[in-house]
């Protein structure tokens, strides 16, 4: 490459006397028209591949006024293509995706009418990359089948490298709706990485293409992502190497020797650019994969992220000798720069700056003083780079980028600064009700002030921004992707207020904050159209409500990117669709927990049954709380326990668990004290969790856990607790949030009704097979499916009179997006094999007083459980499904015991027996018996839900 430089330089050397010098005239005279045009669409093209928007937009203007005055040369059809598309790659650069949508749809008919099937391609790569990033599904969906079709027809280099990203746009789409397997991932990365493989691109390519490798890092990281998600860490540094190799195969080549002119056209700098930006945000990601792998993993990602930084810097290097040359031979190149205009270039430099940092001060505890002021350099300069952007959404994007690279790397002077920054970004975030822009300013505003010891700040901060997040989530529905995405974001909000308000002695507060955040994630899982509407009074209220949300969503975007009357018109429809919401909450109680309704807890305390205590912990990073209610009290008791070290206990717990030796003699009772390591470990958790609640559990029935995190992973009726186990002295139930309780309002319904199974869809629980058939001995008007007839469409074709839903089959529960957690059942001509949470919560359940998932964490890691809300999310899908109690087992069941257990579960509660009572009843009578007294067999179903 440093070769192709120098022919460069001396290309330049020749070219630049006459555009140094020479005015636009001057030139005129000296070249012909078609001289002229070719230099400045060859100049257009070079400061588009170099990022500088404003520069080509000038050369655009100038060129297109020539041409209206002098016309286009016969047969020069490229220049007139070249021309079409170069306004709208300046438009997606700079964040106008409105001009990119309506403008693209014209010029891709316009290039289908000519004939121009590459054209067609370039044009429509850029129309879905705005539909992408905009977040235009249907735009995505109308146009992707063909650009598919074109791609694939198109044996060049062009359709090679856009046939490639319309793959990963096409499995991103999918992969949304259906989360992939590790096979169905290799397939899908398969198919689209075969359109690279041995490609290096050719002048033909150089002549007739200028996006296509402009959008390969965003796709390329993609697939690095997925293979976090689905495989790990070590699955994603596998691709890595092999993945950067072949990308600088394909783009960065020696050129050979041209004419001046042709040379400059087939300069390709959008390649390496892509090649640059894909290796800074793989170590980006590496970077973030490390925090989360563990110290086990830690040496080898610092180990990639090093490698993998020296190659960056290096393409870095080389690609900035470039742009020198380009300057010092070309005056009129002067303001180009790779930072300048771009802002996917600028946020990859300093992301790959900040990782640097960041690795440094793992590897070494020492913060980098010279990189530190790169930082600093490179957020001036993109700060300077947006000065003249309409865009609003680019420009508060970088605002958040450089504030979180102030609090992250902390360079001298960075309080001021920050403080400054926010400042003036929440004027104009209110100015323009950018609420989840405004929800990030106010949290970050917190976290200053908290360092600061200003609290009572902080928290009355801290509130306005919980005040946004949850008006928000009502107000553009729940299933929607911004919903979800500041629902996953709210997460260090709610905690952060819930212990500050501890700190300061405001326990009630905190209590009720937990809740709300609880309520939250319930609340904005699912969107008004993932419900079933009771009546045709209530679809029809849904549509009005619906299409009300549309608009929200609509005026926020609007306000964001470019006017300020979308505020109005958005405060205009609230007072119409909170009217609507109030009357479809009249006619379905479902609808209700849409939202999150703030209660303090001394109301949810009214809703406990007498001798029902309710524990809710909160782990933070230096305590476990527990907020202790009774009808009659609340008490806050704070245990000197790390977060870390309850989630340590508990894999460890799970561990010991699943290897469990299950070869016990059936004559010898199991005692705890026979197991000396899980001993240990059950005693260390009751003395966290038992031992502070001593007074408080005494003469109590029923103790209802609302567990955080990995907590909602432990079956907590397996404490040591008196002469035996808790599940011996009491029920023990769990709730998703405490205002769960609400629904103890309500009569807990007849103890009959008949039962309906599904087991065994895909012929691999023979054990759940017969399990199901054994319920039909207990219910003989039961309806029981199995194999091929356990399908979804049983149970949405649900029969009146049905109490019982018993599904033993396996449940995938995904810890990265628990909405993606499904249920397998038989998958037929009209349904999948797969029942997702959101068709769940579609599902009308109403009369159903248990759901049983007797195989539910088949897929769930043993060691690692998630992050606790993939259980919680089906619990709630069946309790917005009408079902108020679900029983699922938190590992994998044994075939016998799980048999006896269910048997002995649904005897009880055939007999009149509360819900709580029979499965405690089943599991002590499990455990009392010799050859299943250890916890492995009887300790996995948890209640979660009504329990009387």
Known sequence: MRKALFRLSLTLALLAPAWAQASWDEMESKHSPKEVSEMLTSLTFISLRLGSFRAAEQLITVNQTRLARTGVPEGWDLLRGELALAPLIEALGQGRFDKVLTDGPRAIQRARKAGRADRELSLTLILLQAARTSGRPGVLQEHLPRALMLARANTSATGRIALFVFETMDAERRFRLKPPSSAELDAAREQAWSSLRGLVVDQDYQRN????????????????????????????????????????????????????????????????????ESGINGLELLGRASLMAGPEAESEVLKQCYQLAEQVDGLYDELSAMENDLKKNLPLLSEFSFLKGDLAFIKARMHQLIVRQLVDDLKTGQSNPGQLAEIQRQMTIASQAMESSENRALKLELDFDRLATLITTRPQGWLGQAQSLLQKMLPSLESIGYRPGLVRALTLKGKLLADQKSIPEAIATLEKAVGLVESYIVEVGGGAETAQRLRSDARDLYELLTRLQLESGRGEEAADTLDRYRQLNSASQFGMQDLTPRSKKTEALVLRATEAQTRFQATEAASLNY????????????????????????????????????????????????????????????????????????KVRRVDVKGEELTSLISQFRQQVSTFSRGADGTTPFKLEDDPALSACLKSLSSSFLDPLAEDLKGKKVVAFVPTGTLSYFPFQALPYGQGYLIQSMEVVTLVKASDLDQLHQAPGEGGGSLLALGDPDGSLLAARQEVVSLKELFPESKVWVGPEATSERLQSLAPGIGYVHLATHGILNTRDPLQSYLLVAANGKHSDRLTVSEIAGLDLEGVRVVTLSACSTALAEKTPGVGTELASLADAFSYAGSPTLVASLWKVADQPTRELMLTFYQGLKAGQGRGQALRQAQVSLLEQPRYAHPFYWAPFTLMGDWR
Request: hydrophobic fraction near 40%; avoid cysteine.
């Open 563 to 634: 006017a300020s009357s979308g505020v109005s018109r958005l405060a205009d429809t609230k007072q119409d669709y909170y009217r609507v919401l109030q009357q479809i909450q009249d006619q379905d109680q479902a609808y209700g927990r849409l939202q999150v309704r703030p209660k303090t807890f001394s109301k949810v305390q009214k809703s406990l049954p007498e001798g029902t205590i309710l524990v809710q912990l909160f782990p933070s990073e230096d305590h476990l709380y527990l907020f202790v209610a009774t009808r009659e009290a609340l």
């Open 209 to 276: 293409s200028l996006i296509e490798a402009r959008l390969l890092p965003e796709a390329i990281v993609f697939w690095w992502q997925q293979a976090l998600a689905v495989n790990g860490l070590e699955s994603m540094v596998s691709w890595l190497e092999p993945d950067l190799g072949q990308l600088q195969k394909t783009f960065l080549y020696e050129q050979p020797d041209k004419p001046p002119v042709e040379f400059l056209r087939e300069l390709n700098l959008q390649g390496a650019v892509a090649v640059m």
